[in-house]
C-alpha cells in the first residue's frame, strides 16, 4: 500500500496514518461482524484534532484511503497458484476411445446444438463415466496423444472471480492430493480434473443446455423453490451465493438474509438447482444463530466464574451481583452491569479473583423495535422482581420481629464481644446458650428489617430474603440518635461501638461497605441538619491482592454523596504493613494496635468535634439571617 511510516509519534504524519488505520478498523470491524473497540486510540485524538482543524477535508482523504486499505486486506485471498500440468499422455491403444470422448467433449459445441441436448444429470453422469475409463487404462510412460485428445480430460467452468473461493472449497482435492479444479492459464478459464464431483459443481459447469439460453420455463419443476427455503452459508460465500442465486422474475433477490432467524434463505420462485451444495438436509438443521447480546454477555460472566442462572444476565444498565464459583450459599461476589442502548455493552468483575473485563457486543444491531421490545420486557421482568423482593422481605422482616420476641438482651458479653475487645450495649441480643450475637437493623422509620447474626467464631450473616438496603443499627437506639450532634456511620457494629465509646454519643453501624452510602442518605433525609462522618476500613489486604480498596473508595463515596468527610484508621509503623488484613478499622486499632483506643480518640475526636462546631455555627448564622429577613420584612409591611 505504499504507506508512510517514517514519521515520528506526535507528528501530524502520524496523526494521519493512525486515523487512517483506525477508520480502516472500524469499517473491517463491521464488514467481517467482529465489532470495533475505540478505546485504543485515546492517546491520538489531541493530534487528529490538530491535523483536522487545519484541514478539515482530510478526514475525507483519511476515509478514502481507510476503505482502500480494507480491500487490500479483504483481498489476501488474491494469490497465485501454480496449476499442474493436467495433460496426461494416453495410450495408443486408447486412440479407439475418442469416439466415446468427442461425445463429451464440452467445447465443441458444433456438433450439439443440432441435437435435442441431454439433461444436465445426464452430461455429467457420461462425463464421469468417460473420465473413468479413461483415467484408469491411461498408462504414466506412453507418447502423448494429440493436444486435442488431452484437452477431453478437462471439464470448462465458468466461475466468476468472487465465486472461485467458493467454487475451489466445494470442489476439495483428489484422492491424489491435488485441488479437483485449477486455472487454466493458456485458456484463461478453470476447469476441473478428471474425477472432480461434478455434482458439486453444477453451478459452474459450462452446460450445451445452459447456452443455447434455457429460460426459466426450462426448469423441472421440483428444482423450484414451493416454500421458504432455509440455506446454510458461511459469512465468506455469501456473496457468491446470491450471485449465483440471481434475482426473481419480480427482480427481488432470489437468497436473502433473515435478521430474525439470523440465517439465509432463499425465496419462493427460487431455482434450487444451483443451490444445493448450500441446502439444508430435510431443511431441519439451520445455520448456528448468531448470539443475542445477553447471550454474549452470559459468556463473559461464565468466563470470569460467575453462576449464570434465573434471570441473569439483566440489561437494564444497573448494578447487579451475582454468586461467582467459591461463594457460599447465599453469597455474591460478582458484579456487572449491562446494557443494550446503541450498541450493547457491559462490565463485569469477580470480587473474589479479582478479575474484571468490559464487554462489547460483536456488531448485532438492534432494530428501535426490537430494542424497544426488549426494554420492555426488562422493565416487566424488573417491576416483578422488584415487587416478588418487596413480599419476601415483608415476611422476612416479620419473622425477625417474632424471633426476636424469643430473644434476650445481652448482659454478659458473647464471644465476639470479648474477641472485640467490647462492652455490651442497649438493643442487642443473644440467645438462651449466650454464644450467637444479634443485631438488629432498622431503616431510618424505625422499623425492623432484618437482623445480623454473629456465631460465635465470627462468621456473619442476615436473615433470609430480608432487606439490608438502608437499614443500620443505631448504638443506644433511635433516640439516642436523634439526640446525637453529628451521624457517625461505620461498616461494623464493632467498629461503631468502639468509636461511639471515645466520642461519647451513638454512632451508627451500616454492616457493610455497600450500604454505607444508602444509609448516609436515608440517615440525612432523616437528619438534615446534622452532619455526616463516615469511619471508613482501609482493606490494604485487598489492595495488595486483588488491586481493590472497597473500604476506602466506598467510604469515600459515600462521604462525597451526602457533603460529608470520610475518616480512615492509621495505625502504629509496621502494624498493617505486616499483616494488613488484621489491621483495617477503628477496632483492630482499638484492640490490636500498640496505639489502642487512646489512638482512636486522638485521631478521631478533635475532627469530629470540629466538625460538629462548625455545624453549630453554620445553623446559628443561618438562624440570624432568618431572623434578621423576617425583621426586614416586618418593618417593610
Known amino acids: 500500500m505504499d504507506r508512510d511510516l517514517i514519521h515520528p509519534f506526535g507528528s501530524d504524519g502520524y496523526a494521519k496514518e493512525e486515523l487512517r488505520a483506525e477508520i480502516t478498523s472500524m469499517i473491517l470491524g463491521d464488514e467481517l461482524g467482529i465489532g470495533h473497540d475505540p478505546d485504543q486510540h485515546a492517546t491520538y485524538i489531541e493530534s487528529w484534532i490538530k491535523v483536522l482543524h487545519d484541514d478539515p477535508l482530510e478526514l475525507f482523504r483519511a476515509a478514502a484511503e481507510a476503505e482502500k486499505m480494507q480491500q487490500f486486506i479483504l483481498s489476501f485471498e488474491l494469490k497465485q497458484e501454480q496449476v499442474q500440468n493436467t495433460n496426461h499422455p494416453l495410450p495408443n491403444e486408447l486412440e479407439n476411445k475418442m469416439t466415446l470422448a468427442n461425445e463429451v467433449e464440452p467445447v465443441n459445441h458444433d456438433n450439439h446444438l443440432n441435437e435435442n441436448p441431454p439433461t444436465l444429470d445426464d452430461e455429467i453422469a457420461t462425463l464421469n463415466k468417460a473420465q473413468s475409463q479413461l483415467q484408469t487404462q491411461a498408462p504414466t510412460n506412453q507418447t502423448p496423444v494429440t493436444n486435442k485428445s488431452a484437452e477431453i480430460e478437462k471439464l470448462w467452468l465458468d466461475i466468476p472471480f468472487k465465486q472461485k473461493e467458493v467454487a475451489k472449497e466445494l470442489a476439495g482435492v483428489l484422492p491424489d492430493g491435488k485441488k479437483a479444479i485449477a486455472w487454466d492459464k493458456e485458456h484463461s478459464r478453470w476447469f476441473a480434473h478428471p474425477g472432480a464431483n461434478l455434482e458439486l459443481l453444477k453451478p459452474w459447469i459450462i452446460s450445451p443446455q445452459l447456452d443455447t439460453g434455457s429460460k426459466a420455463q426450462d426448469i423441472e419443476p421440483s428444482q423450484i423453490a414451493t416454500e421458504k427455503t432455509w440455506l446454510a452459508v458461511p459469512y465468506e460465500q455469501r456473496e457468491a451465493v446470491k450471485h449465483i442465486a440471481g434475482r426473481l422474475e419480480d427482480g427481488k433477490k432470489a437468497v436473502e438474509w433473515d435478521k430474525a432467524a439470523k440465517c439465509w434463505f432463499a425465496h419462493i420462485g427460487t431455482n434450487l438447482e444451483p443451490l444445493k451444495p448450500w441446502i439444508l438436509n430435510t431443511n431441519l438443521e439451520r445455520q448456528q444463530p448468531a448470539l443475542t447480546p445477553e447471550q454474549e454477555f452470559s459468556d463473559i460472566l461464565k468466563s470470569i466464574g460467575s453462576i449464570v442462572t434465573g434471570e441473569h444476565p439483566i440489561m437494564d444498565g444497573k448494578k447487579h451481583r451475582i454468586s461467582v464459583e467459591g461463594d457460599k450459599k447465599g453469597e455474591k461476589s460478582g458484579f456487572y452491569v449491562g446494557h443494550l442502548d446503541g450498541h450493547p455493552a457491559g462490565y463485569v468483575k469477580n470480587n473474589r479473583t479479582g478479575i474484571e473485563t468490559k464487554w462489547k457486543s460483536k456488531g448485532y444491531s438492534l432494530t428501535d423495535e426490537e430494542r424497544a421490545t426488549l426494554h420492555a420486557l426488562a422493565a416487566t421482568k424488573i417491576k416483578e422482581r422488584a415487587e416478588e423482593q418487596r413480599q419476601d422481605q415483608e415476611e422476612a422482616a ?119 452510602e444508602p444509609v448516609a442518605r436515608a440517615l440525612q433525609e432523616q437528619f438534615p441538619d446534622k452532619p455526616i462522618i463516615i469511619m471508613g476500613d482501609d482493606d490494604k489486604h485487598l489492595e495488595i491482592n486483588q488491586g481493590i480498596n472497597p473500604g476506602r473508595s466506598k467510604a469515600l463515596d459515600a462521604a462525597k454523596a451526602v457533603n460529608g468527610i470520610a475518616l480512615f484508621p492509621i495505625f502504629a509503623p509496621g502494624e498493617q504493613a505486616g499483616d494488613p488484613k488484621s489491621f483495617s478499622d477503628f477496632n483492630d486499632l482499638a484492640s490490636k494496635s500498640v496505639l489502642g483506643s487512646e489512638g482512636v480518640k486522638r485521631q478521631i475526636k478533635p475532627i469530629v468535634d470540629k466538625i460538629i462546631q462548625k455545624n453549630e455555627t453554620s445553623i446559628i448564622e443561618q438562624k440570624e439571617i432568618k431572623m434578621t429577613r423576617h425583621q426586614h420584612s416586618t418593618l417593610t409591611l
Not at 437 to 459: F, H, N, R, V
Open 398 to 516: 416479620k419473622r425477625v420481629s417474632k424471633q426476636l420476641s424469643d430473644l434476650v438482651l445481652i448482659t454478659t458479653p458473647t464471644p465476639y464481644l470479648q474477641t472485640k475487645k467490647i462492652e455490651p450495649h442497649s438493643e442487642i441480643f443473644t440467645d438462651v446458650n449466650g454464644q450467637t450475637t444479634y443485631i438488629p437493623a432498622t431503616d431510618a422509620s424505625g422499623k425492623l428489617w432484618t437482623m445480623q447474626y454473629i456465631k460465635e467464631d465470627g462468621t456473619k450473616r442476615f436473615a433470609k430474603n430480608s432487606r439490608k438496603e438502608g437499614c443500620f443499627h443505631a448504638l443506644g437506639g433511635l433516640n439516642a440518635l436523634a439526640e446525637a450532634p453529628a451521624l457517625v456511620i461505620a461498616e461494623g457494629f464493632a467498629t461503631a461501638a468502639s468509636i461511639s465509646q471515645e466520642l461519647g454519643f451513638a454512632t451508627i453501624s451500616a454492616f457493610d461497605a455497600g450500604n454505607l
